[in-house]
């Protein structure tokens, strides 16, 4: 795996290169010096996260009946209508 890192200005300037860089390893993006964004392909950014889960899956887990979730609650956007 190969890190790079590049400035904002050199981003802006050849972000397809960032993009190709992107599939070898990270490529940090930096700020004034301080490292502020990552690019990574994809595939490592899935690999990374790993597998999302539904609701009804997590639920399913064992131990899943002692989670605790509190949906939140329903606000109308519109007041209700005047219909006399």
Do not use: C, K
Not at 43 to 66: C, K, T, V
């Amino acid at each position: 795996m190969q890190i790079t890192t590049l400035s904002g200005q050199e981003f802006n300037r050849d972000s397809s290169g960032a993009r190709r860089a992107a599939q070898n390893g990270p490529v940090f993006i930096t700020d004034r010096g301080r490292p502020a964004h990552v690019l990574l392909a994809i595939e490592e950014y899935q690999r990374l996260a790993g597998p999302r889960a539904s609701i009804a899956e997590l639920l399913a887990m064992p131990g899943g009946e002692d989670l605790e979730f509190e949906a939140p609650r329903f606000e109308p956007v519109f007041p209700p209508a005047d219909l006399s």
